[in-house]
T-cell receptor, first 116, second 108 residues
Framework: GAVVSQHPSWVICKSGTSVKIECRSL??????MFWYRQFPKQSLMLMATSNEGSKATYEQGVEKDKFLINHASLTLSTLTVTSAHPEDSSFYIC????????????FGSGTRLTVV | GQQVMQIPQYQHVQEGEDFTTYCNSS?????IQWYKQRPGGHPVFLIQLVKSGEVKKQKRLTFQFGEAKKNSSLHITATQTTDVGTYFCAGTNNDMRFGAGTRLTVKP
């Protein structure tokens, strides 16, 4: 089946630094990538949707200059949390929709970000 | 590490038939959530189960959480074409881990 590899699984960084999270579709072409975050005991919150080669569409309330999304190829999308602060600590997960296999939507395994 | 296995990966049913998807975790979970994602959409939260042996119903959907809090199921009675989509479980221990999802198609 379709696999989306998300790295890193967890990361601890200092306040003010930037962190990049990668999602790669391993056996299909991800034409659309969704990025979510989740706070403890809450459901997923959609942050943005990106299509290959175009700018991401951000949900209301999500700072596009803080959460940089790049979807430069059909197999790779990245989310960079810039100038991270403790309130950015959360669980981030990507979900890819692709072609070439009719796999539907596939989630990455998620990234636990802790900003200290 | 913690893993959540979900089966089946795909399920095709005739409208009116029942459907069940199962999730199993390698570790005891604090809770499990279920999501539905329609084609072209993003996952939508359905429900959260917390208690051992818990059973919750939403119209034709029945959710169960196992006694050991390691497995869960979603059962849909008399499927309709509006049930089409991918159903994900997500189990939480220290972190949330998602199952691979079950893609349901319904033939009218």
């Amino acid at each position: 089946g379709a696999v989306v590899s998300q790295h890193p699984s967890w990361v601890i960084c200092k306040s003010g630094t930037s962190v990049k999270i990668e999602c790669r579709s391993l056996d299909f072409q991800a034409t659309t990538m969704f990025w979510y975050r989740q706070f403890p005991k809450q459901s997923l919150m959609l942050m943005a949707t990106s299509n290959e080669g175009s700018k991401a569409t951000y949900e209301q309330g999500v700072e596009k200059d803080k959460f940089l999304i790049n979807h430069a190829s059909l197999t790779l999308s990245t989310l960079t949390v810039t100038s991270a602060h403790p309130e950015d600590s959360s669980f981030y997960i990507c979900s890819a929709y692709g072609t070439g296999g009719a796999y539907g939507y596939t989630f990455g395994s998620g990234t636990r970000l802790t900003v200290v | 590490g913690q893993q959540v296995m979900q089966i089946p990966q795909y399920q095709h049913v005739q409208e009116g038939e029942d459907f069940t998807t199962y999730c199993n975790s390698s570790t005891t979970l604090s809770n499990i959530q279920w999501y539905k994602q329609r084609p072209g959409g993003h996952p939508v939260f359905l429900i959260q189960l917390v208690k051992s042996g818990e059973v919750k119903k939403q119209k034709r959907l029945t959710f169960q959480f196992g006694e050991a809090k390691k497995n869960s199921s979603l059962h849909i009675t008399a499927t309709q074409t509006t049930d089409v989509g991918t159903y994900f479980c997500a189990g939480t221990n220290n972190d949330m881990r998602f199952g691979a999802g079950t893609r349901l198609t319904v033939k009218p």
